[in-house]
């Protein structure tokens, strides 16, 4: 890392990574490992802030190139019907309704770099879009810069340059536990808000049909005694 830093400066590996972030996802390859590298040489301030400004632009791009392919996203689509009618919820109910949605599929284990490209075929609006992901990227970024500086202090202790006391074990091991545990609470609480809502959805919807079909069902009555 320090090699990178003083062979290229910092400057234009922060450039780097922000690129890597924003156009990764567009690719649909991962962009974990540009976090991490991130966490390592930046810290928690300056690399939290390159990871919200590439992802942000990372969200958006495949946003505006899937508008452009809307019919094709939406016949592939059409091959996952379980996916498509959860990608559905996130285009529905209020401005706050689509942002909460956008933000629990952020934090689940629905793959990211795909829900940026079939949103499109939703009702979405690109503002509950953009804020929903913005809030639900804020602990990811913090759990990757944190598991970067973990990694760079466990290489530092491997090759010497930095000797860990019994006080910093002591905390790294309590940090990524707790780390572990937070991951895994976004994750099931994630995936239970989105089957509660899915589930709501569904109960409206039977609701919705019964009483039409009341309805249709006492109009003929009507026409019938007529």
Do not use: C
Request: glycine content about 8%.
């Amino acid at each position: 890392m320090e090699w990178e830093a003083t062979a290229f400066g910092r400057p234009v590996l922060a450039l780097v990574l922000i690129a890597s972030l924003a156009l990764f996802p567009a690719l649909l390859i991962p962009s974990g490992p540009s976090m991490w590298l991130a966490g390592m040489i930046f810290g928690y301030g300056l690399g939290f802030v390159i990871i919200m400004v590439g992802t942000t632009i990372g969200m958006v791009l495949p946003y505006l190139i899937g508008l452009k392919f809307r019919n094709r996203v939406h016949q592939w689509l059409e091959k996952w019907p379980q996916n498509a009618a959860m990608i559905r919820l996130a285009g529905e109910g209020s401005w706050f309704h689509q942002f909460q949605v956008v933000a629990l599929f952020r934090v689940s284990p629905f793959p990211y770099t795909i829900f940026n490209y079939v949103v499109v075929v939703t009702d979405m609006k690109f503002w509950p879009y953009l804020s929903g992901s913005i809030a639900g990227m804020v602990p990811e970024a913090f759990l990757y810069i944190y598991s970067g500086r973990l990694i760079k202090t466990l290489a530092d202790a491997q090759y010497g340059k930095h000797r860990l006391t019994t006080v910093e074990i002591i905390y790294n091991i309590i940090s990524f536990i707790i780390a572990v545990i937070t991951i895994v609470g976004f994750t099931v609480y994630a995936k239970r808000s989105l089957n509660k809502l899915k589930m709501s959805e569904a109960i409206e919807e039977v609701v919705s049909v019964s009483v039409s079909v009341s309805g249709n069902t006492s109009l003929e009555m009507k026409k019938g005694s007529h």
